[in-house]
């Protein structure tokens, strides 16, 4: 009786030690505590980020129509940008930015899939040897020189061909095609890549030629890809700052032709930013338009992401 | 027409269109180094830019371009490396998550300007900080963060699932199996990123002008001293990078030989930029062939 | 087309109290979001024996097994108890990485780190706060010893473990786990990536871990466990059909599920 009894408690003792030891934190819990402490407050940070620049980018670039108390419909439609005068119509801008990103997309994007046909379909070697690099480079170079570059050959170069000053929509067309096509290409390359190769195979079993396959099959399913890419240029192109501003000549005007002195939503930014003060109408105007800018990066995302989506419902079903 | 004709035609086109790409490559890089390698001297790159003109040597706006770079990945590699740990091992597959991928997102597609002109309006207008190194370093940060982040996550998640469950196997806590399993395997793929994201904090500009400023003030670099105002380290100092410089010549300067001077400072940049893609090439393979096979 | 066997009759032992238990499941289930993939599994497993779980591809071995150590967490719910020293280690307050220490396991494919052959060992010690340089290299010597690597590795602790051979890599899994001095080994089909030489210089180590360890192995091939078990289970379907002791089972099957099973004809 006595010695069952001890022999229990001695069980119950260890079994006691046990749950102890089996339930209290140790150099792991902690460590992982640490960590998950660390890695929460690293994307805290990334969100806070994101969270102040919508918040104050917004608030500040409201301001004109609330304290200003600018209407909506004249900023936006209207023609005359003279902000030190209070006229902000900010049309120009706004044309001059779709002008430049529409034209260089519809530029680029042959060159895009011409060269994106090449690497997959036609040289895979070649591109991965030669265009590869070459793409890597284009991407590479920083905006300033590409603006350096579209001022030093691209703005004369115009100047000789149809005279003027040389600055305008078509110089920063042509700067901005260089500057969207490897975005775009590499996009590009990428969804040619995903398409599943018994298509090929089997059109080209069926006695098609590769141009056939490739216009008839590859580039069909591949077009929500395609889409995308050139959304991803766009976007580029829409919020380049720098490089257009050195060739698009800064005239808050209308633009007329393609070949006169124009602005965009960026170059006006840079310029103009520095030399407003703080509160100020002029200065509120300025952060209006990098609202819209805001806006349109905005938007470009989800319409990435409503591409997407499709994409995947047609392939779901 | 025949589809054998079309074909044909089609191919030519597009062999054409190659040949014009590589064409308008060739043509930029040869254009730069021709136009700036002979303008490149060493009391170029070592001498300091006449305030007024902006002719001269471009010495202090390339420290400035690796101080500010320094400073940004001392910033910026941390709290990636955090947050793509994050994404890649204590991110559940919900709705939280998702917002936050988007919000990474969003960042990384905003136009630099509109960053740069974030941290002109939290640095030097609502801190009154100015413009200095530090603004920049951080406006950099802010537009180096979500690239960053997305590398390195997609590195870490690379890794194989059976390296984790090795480590987490042996009781290893989750962080410890991260940092001390994954990360080393992971490391070729981050380093080729953090060091491609150099090149382009290096060659950024346009988050720059109203952050790190546009003006090079003439340091003391025998002061190495950072809380002294004439010290190149001085983070509260303004600080025109090279990228920034380029296009203040081209839009403002008022030298004579202005063209020249940004064809030799495009060169310089350039040149910097080909050494980091260069750099990460080779540095990755390097690490890749470190981790996996002896040494 | 499968054949239905019923899940009423099965033929699971249970241990009288004078056997003592490495661990114990009572009820345990484990569902993959809606897939019900394992079913109340009562199973024992005795101290010091090596215990084979065998069935067909899909049937819930390593569904079990890993809940074991809880290396299911966050991957499928599992529900029921696990027994460990009278714990019941399934609660969510226990301290996993504290149970994997005693609770080790070796994978299928064999998953060195990408580190040489002494830190694949010494790391996790170090992580748990073992510091000393002797005592360090004694364990890399007895656990690789252990694991029958010791003759072929010694002159090169420091090469890198992704150059060994998948069997010598195996075997180093092995004792990194047993340089932990767990109590119980669980092993998912260790063999299953190995030629046939290294496939028995694996058993013959198991044979040997025993007298220390309690082990717990999933394998395919029904030589293996007979050659290597003493208890055995049969799993069909996420339900444990048949547990008895191997001899029994090879010579003398319970059920019809059991013996069309290792009589080949299942299915
Ligand atoms: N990670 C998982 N997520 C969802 N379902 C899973 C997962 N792992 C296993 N399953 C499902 O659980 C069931 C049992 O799988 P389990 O891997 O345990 O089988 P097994 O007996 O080990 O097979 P094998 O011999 O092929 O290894 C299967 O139906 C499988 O599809
Ligand atoms: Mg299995």
Redesign the pocket.
């Given at each position: 009786m006595e010695q069952t009894n001890f022999q229990l408690k001695k069980q119950d003792a260890q079994s006691h030690e046990w749950d102890v030891r089996l339930h209290r934190a140790t150099r792991a819990t902690r460590e992982d505590w640490l960590g998950r402490g660390i890695s929460y407050l690293c994307i805290g940070v990334i969100i806070l980020v994101v969270a102040s620049m919508l918040w104050f980018i917004t608030s500040k670039g409201i301001a004109t129509f609330t304290q200003n108390h600018v209407s909506l419909w004249k900023f936006l439609s209207g023609t005359n940008w003279a902000p030190d005068q209070g006229n902000i119509g900010a049309l120009p801008m706004i044309v001059g930015s779709f002008a430049v990103t529409f034209a260089a997309a519809i530029v680029a994007t042959p060159f895009a899939v011409g060269t994106a046909i090449f690497m997959t379909e036609i040289s895979p070697n070649k591109g991965r040897k030669v265009l590869q690099p070459v793409i890597e480079l284009l991407v590479g170079i920083p905006s300033v020189v590409y603006g350096f570059i579209g001022l030093a050959v691209v703005v004369p170069f115009m100047r000789h061909l149809v005279g003027g000053s040389g600055f305008g929509i078509i110089s920063a067309t042509f700067v901005l095609f260089v500057m969207v096509l490897p975005t775009i290409t590499t996009m590009t390359v990428d969804s040619l890549r995903a398409v599943p190769r018994h298509y090929k195979e089997a059109s080209l079993a069926l006695g098609a030629t590769r141009w056939q396959t490739v216009s008839r099959v590859i580039l069909r399913s591949a077009t929500p890809g395609i889409l995308t890419a050139v959304i991803f240029g766009m976007a580029r192109a829409f919020g380049e700052a720098l490089a257009v501003q050195m060739v698009i000549g800064n005239a808050a005007i209308m633009p007329k032709n393609l070949i006169s002195p124009a602005s965009t939503l960026t170059s006006q930014l840079t310029t103009g930013i520095g030399d407003t003060i703080d509160g100020t109408l002029p200065n509120n105007a300025l952060w209006s338009l990098a609202l819209i800018l805001l806006l349109m990066s905005l938007f470009f995302n989800a319409l990435v992401r409503f591409i997407a989506k499709r994409g995947q419902l047609k392939n779901g079903r | 027409m025949g589809a054998k004709r079309t074909d044909f035609i089609a191919t030519v086109i597009i062999n054409l269109i190659v040949a014009a790409v590589v064409g308008i490559l060739i043509f930029l890089l040869a254009y730069i180094l021709i136009a700036g390698l002979p303008h490149v001297s060493w009391s170029f790159l070592t001498g300091t830019t006449d305030a007024f003109s902006g002719a001269g040597g471009i010495g202090v706006q390339l420290f400035n371009s690796f101080y500010l770079l320094v400073l940004t990945m001392l910033i910026s590699i941390p709290i990636s490396l955090g947050a793509g740990i994050y994404l890649a091992e204590y991110a559940k597959d919900n709705w939280r998550t998702s917002l936050i991928r988007s919000a990474i997102e969003v960042l990384s597609s905003l136009p630099s300007v509109v960053v740069g002109l974030f941290g002109f309006l939290l640095f030097v207008v609502k801190f009154k900080i100015g413009f200095s190194v530090i603004s920049g370093a951080i406006a950099l940060t802010f537009f180096n963060l979500p690239l960053l982040t997305r590398n390195i996550e997609e590195s870490l998640s690379a890794v194989p699932r059976n390296q984790r469950e090795a480590g987490l196997s042996l009781g290893l806590s989750k962080w410890k199996t991260e940092i001390g399993i994954i990360l080393p395997v992971a490391l070729p793929g981050i380093v080729t990123g953090i060091v491609l994201s150099a090149g382009r904090v290096f060659g950024e500009a346009a988050a720059l002008i109203y952050t790190a400023g546009q003006s090079a003030p003439v340091t003391n670099f025998a002061d190495w001293n950072p809380m002294d105002a004439a010290s190149p380290l001085n983070p509260f100092r303004p600080a025109e990078t090279l990228a920034v410089h380029i296009w203040k010549v081209n839009t403002e300067g008022l030298a004579s030989n202005a063209s020249q001077l940004s064809a030799a400072a495009s060169a310089v940049l350039i040149i910097a930029v080909l050494l980091f893609n260069l750099g990460a090439r080779v540095l990755g393979n390097f690490l890749y062939r470190r981790v996996t096979a002896s040494k | 087309m499968l054949k239905q066997y019923s899940f009423e009759k099965t033929a699971v032992q249970t241990f009288a109290g004078n056997v003592s238990l490495a661990m114990r499941t009572e009820n345990l289930q484990v569902f993959?979001?809606a897939?019900h993939?394992?079913h109340d599994a009562d199973l024992g497993f005795p101290k010091n024996q090596i215990t084979a779980l065998i069935?067909?591809?899909?049937?819930?071995?390593?569904?079990?097994?890993?809940s074991l150590n809880r290396m299911n967490d966050g991957?499928?719910t599992v529900t029921g108890k696990i027994w460990y020293h009278d714990v019941d280690i399934n609660e969510p307050n226990v301290n996993i990485y504290e149970i994997r220490r005693h609770i080790g396991m070796v994978f299928?494919r064999p998953n060195p780190f990408a580190k040489s052959i002494r830190e694949n060992i010494v790391y996790a010690l170090k992580a748990n706060g073992i510091k000393g340089k002797a005592e360090l290299e004694e364990r890399v010597e007895t656990s690789l010893k252990g694991a029958a690597l010791w003759d072929e590795v010694k002159d090169s602790l420091d090469k890198s473990a992704l150059a060994l051979s998948g069997g010598q890599q195996q075997r180093l899994c092995i004792a990194r786990s047993i340089a932990m001095e767990p109590d119980v080994l669980l092993l998912?089909?260790p063999c299953s990536a190995l030629d046939p030489i290294s496939t028995v210089k694996v058993e013959e180590t198991l044979l040997q871990l025993q007298k220390k360890y309690s082990i717990i192995i999933?394998t395919?091939n029904m030589q293996q466990a007979a050659r290597v078990s003493s208890q055995c289970a049969f799993?069909h379907l996420?339900h444990v059909m048949e547990y008895t002791p191997t001899a029994t089972m090879f010579s003398n099957p319970q059920i019809p599920a059991t013996q069309d099973y290792i009589s080949g004809s299942f299915g």
């Open positions: - | - | 993959y979001g897939n993939a394992m069935g067909a591809s899909g049937s819930g071995k390593s569904t079990y097994l890993r991957i499928a299928q998912d089909e999933v395919h799993f996420g």
